[in-house]
């Protein structure tokens, strides 16, 4: 029997399918019955609009909708191929953009293209038809993948279709199922154990019952299994295969223009998230129980994928690191003779010896959930963590050359207009450091605690607006389908939200052209060298008390660690003085303070350091 596994759009051009590489290397193991292929129709799609639109929507639009998953624009250019029409509600979702600061030209000119493209795939498809059409849908992928599906089905109206993945999770599998005919089977959860038990049960034609997670059809209604009892063991996980998707990219036109990576799972669910699930997070879905691949695995799958494709920059695409890690696979990573460019997602509070560990192994994109450089809104997000300690991990990240992802977050219940005047204060004293990639409002997720728990200050909520202009369902339907909602508005809100975002973009312009840099002499004196835009071009000399007061801010430090370090090192400072101390370096944006903790922010590096720009090194100039 045959099974062809589908990645529609709007899956990444530079990436493959992580779902598509592992679940491969499951059927091949687990289901002899079946022989298995692998499509990436959105590597289809995007040279079908190349060629569709005479170059003018090129893969670098492609990209643009794929980043656009908080407003839907991949789903909804889809639409006519959903319900086989011309056109689905053009005006209405162009407004819609426009209104949120998103330009509507691109995906409107897309959706000419859609219906005709699925159509030709079906066509390609049913040529030659599989037994079962397997589908991976997260974010953006759940109408292209039930586009495909509808179209296969009045072509070969005897093929089975699938679908799986994290749009699948919790009851939005089920409410996929109920309200699209065009899906015989969905799966729920994880799919390496669920997928291959399907496939066999469907090849001996025994009862589907036993299935974990699968929602089918008896009689003509939904049975919905119960979930698989339990966490599926990482050992259970294979290495991924991406021989298709590279096959299939050397074969597009566009080819030259992508640089591929590969990506990697060392892991799933969130240590942190087991005991402390940050408030607005729903990323991990129904299942956050934190498992990691076997250390010494590591090491070996890295170095074949690199050699295997010809790839050096790699993903990580675990939610967090494992910080096991930290003393097995990360040094046998660092003994790897591969020049890698790894990526990796880590908690905030990680140490300089952590980050260089990390740096030695080639990790040199980090994702670290920064969020907020507030202590009481990173409260209210349950971070366990200070405003000081995610200063401390960009002025370090900086410091050992690592490219430092993050963003602001606001809109949580309880922050106030003070928390964000107070930070916005603060800006120009980070203005050397990798700035936010921008501020904005949280959105309230399924699975996140916000979500559950509607006493945390999200009383009222509805599908978001994006699914009105998507799906044709009703709305307690589309309540247990979609994954955003909309909701009152909580915290800041009105013209600071205007001057935060302003401030994030004073700060990347800063950026560009700041440097503030520290050096100690043989006698422990510190100079700093401040060029930064927002402060006076000047050497500060310190003498020998502010030298041992700043030296003591590197690691987050209290007033009364600094006292200590001062007594302990024989310098007799009052009270009052040591409040006038901290208070200056703060003033004259020589350090961060947030709820009495301190952080000195100079940099550990010569005035002629390689800054990080767009991803680019760059020598700063003085």
Same mark, same amino acid.
């Given at each position: ?9 709007? *899956? %990444? ?39 569709? =639109? ?94 495909? @599906? ?51 049960? !469907?090849? =001996? ?25 339990? @966490? ?34 060392? =892991?799933? %669910? ?44 790699? !993903?990580?695409?675990?939610? !967090? ?32 010896? *952590? ?11 980090? *994702? ?9 809104? &990173? ?32 809109g949580f219940p309880g922050e106030t207009e003070d928390d964000y005047r107070r930070l916005l204060g603060k800006f120009a ?8 990639t921008g501020a904005w409002r949280i959105a309230l997720e399924r699975f996140s605690p916000y979500f559950e728990d509607p ?14 202009? !998507? ?45 503030? =840099? ?14 930064? @835009? ?55 944006? &020589? ?20 800054? &990080? ?10």
């Amino acid at each position: 029997m045959k099974l062809l596994m589908v990645a529609m759009p709007w *899956q %990444g051009l530079d990436t493959p399918s992580s779902a598509l590489g592992i679940l491969g290397q499951c059927v091949r193991r687990h289901a002899a019955n079946w022989e298995i292929d692998e499509l990436y129709a959105n590597l289809r799609w995007a040279e079908h609009l190349l060629v569709e =639109s005479g170059g003018t929507l090129t893969p670098t639009d492609y990209g643009n909708v794929a980043d656009q998953v908080f407003h839907g624009v991949g789903d909804w250019v889809f639409t006519p191929a959903l319900y086989d029409v011309d056109s689905y509600r053009v005006p209405e979702f162009a407004e819609f953009l426009r209104q949120r600061g998103v330009d509507p030209d691109a995906p409107v000119a897309m959706q000419r293209y859609a219906r005709g493209f699925v159509r030709r795939l079906a066509e390609q498809i049913a040529a030659d038809p599989p037994d079962l059409v397997g589908f991976t849908s997260t974010f953006m992928q759940n109408v292209p993948s039930l586009a495909l @599906a509808r179209e296969l089905k009045r072509l070969v109206p005897g093929i089975r279709t699938a679908m799986g993945g994290s749009n699948c999770d919790g009851l939005q599998g089920p409410a996929l199922h109920r309200n699209f005919p065009q899906l015989d089977f969905v799966l729920s959860g994880e799919g390496e154990r669920s997928l291959p038990m399907l496939l066999d049960q !469907i090849a =001996s034609g025994a009862d589907l019952a036993d299935v974990p997670g699968l929602s089918w059809r008896h009689e003509g209604r939904t049975v919905v299994n119960p979930p698989a009892r339990g @966490a599926l063991p990482f050992a259970m996980v294979p290495a991924p295969n991406y021989d298709s998707y590279f096959r299939a990219l050397a074969e597009t036109p566009f080819a030259p223009q992508v640089r591929p990576m590969v990506v990697l799972e060392t =892991s799933r %669910g969130c240590w942190w998230g087991e005991v402390h699930q940050c408030t607005f997070c729903g990323l991990n879905g129904s299942n956050i129980d934190f498992r990691s691949k076997a250390p010494d695995r590591i090491a070996g799958e890295v170095v074949e994928l690199a050699q295997r494709y010809r790839v050096l920059d790699l !993903i990580m695409v675990d939610n !967090i690191l494992d910080m096991k890690y930290l003393n097995t696979a990360i040094p046998a990573m660092a003994a790897l003779d591969c020049d890698l460019r790894v990526h990796y997602e880590i908690k905030s509070n990680m140490t300089r010896d *952590q980050l260089r560990s990390l740096k030695q192994a080639n990790v040199t994109y980090v *994702q670290p959930g920064i969020e907020s450089l507030s202590s009481h809104v &990173l409260r209210l997000m349950d971070k366990g963590v200070s405003a000081a300690h995610n200063v401390r991990m960009l002025r370090d990240g900086h410091d050992l050359g690592l490219n430092v992802t993050w963003n602001i977050l606001y809109g949580f219940p309880g922050e106030t207009e003070d928390d964000y005047r107070r930070l916005l204060g603060k800006f120009a004293t980070l203005e050397h450091l990798q700035p936010p990639t921008g501020a904005w409002r949280i959105a309230l997720e399924r699975f996140s605690p916000y979500f559950e728990d509607p006493t945390q200050g999200f009383m009222y909520r509805r599908p978001a607006e994006i699914y009105d202009f !998507i799906y044709q369902v009703p709305r307690d339907e589309l309540y247990d389908l979609v994954y955003l909602f909309d909701t009152r508005d909580q915290g800041i809100v009105g013209p600071i939200e205007d001057e935060l975002k302003q401030g994030v973009e004073r700060w990347a312009q800063a950026y560009r052209g700041g440097d503030l =840099s520290y050096r100690v002499d043989d006698r422990g004196r510190v100079t700093i060298e401040d060029r930064r @835009a927002s402060w006076p071009e000047e050497t500060i000399e310190l003498d020998d008390v502010h030298s041992n007061v700043y030296l003591g801010m590197f690691q987050v430090a209290g007033r009364a660690g600094i006292a200590r370090r001062l007594a302990d090192s024989g310098h007799q400072v009052t009270a009052d003085g040591l409040d006038r101390m901290l208070r200056w370096f703060v003033d004259r944006g &020589l350090a961060f303070e947030d709820e009495e903790r301190y952080v000195a922010v100079a940099l550990d590096v010569d005035p002629y350091r390689r800054k &990080l720009i767009d991803g680019r090194e760059v020598v700063a100039s003085r």
